[in-house]
């Protein structure tokens, strides 16, 4: 079993910064693909970005030149900096991995979410 744990998330004034972390802990092969999904109070989970392992990303177009999606192969561990917030940010953020299992199966797991409010 494998879990993700989001941090860094608060209250921030519109223009501001916040940079999210998802740390994966227990036992795995390696992770694939790692995205940032957000939900926003009434609204659909939507995909905020993704990176694979490899280093490529993609982005929604609402966050594009705004946000930046990062890992650390090392320490298994995804980056989302967040630039030039804007209230339609808010949302809670959850971290999403593709992982391998140490026997070879392969599994997808949601962290627990972490609130970003963007308010004034």
């Known amino acids: 079993q494998v879990r993700l744990v989001e941090s860094g998330g608060g209250l921030v004034q519109p223009g501001g910064s916040l940079r999210l972390s998802c740390v994966p802990s227990?036992?795995?092969?390696?992770?694939?693909?790692m995205g940032w999904y957000r939900q926003a109070p009434g609204k659909q989970r939507e995909l905020v970005g993704s990176?694979?392992?490899?280093?490529?990303?993609v982005y929604a177009d609402s966050v594009k030149g705004r946000f930046t999606i990062s890992r650390d192969n090392a320490k298994n561990t995804a980056y989302l900096q967040m630039n030039s917030l804007k209230p339609e940010d808010t949302a809670v953020y959850y971290c999403n991995a593709d992982v391998w299992g140490p026997a070879g199966e392969a599994e997808n797991y949601w962290g627990q979410g972490t609130q970003v409010t963007v308010s004034s």
């Open positions: 990176i694979t392992s490899e280093g490529s990303t």
């Open positions: 227990g036992r795995f092969f390696s992770i694939n693909t």
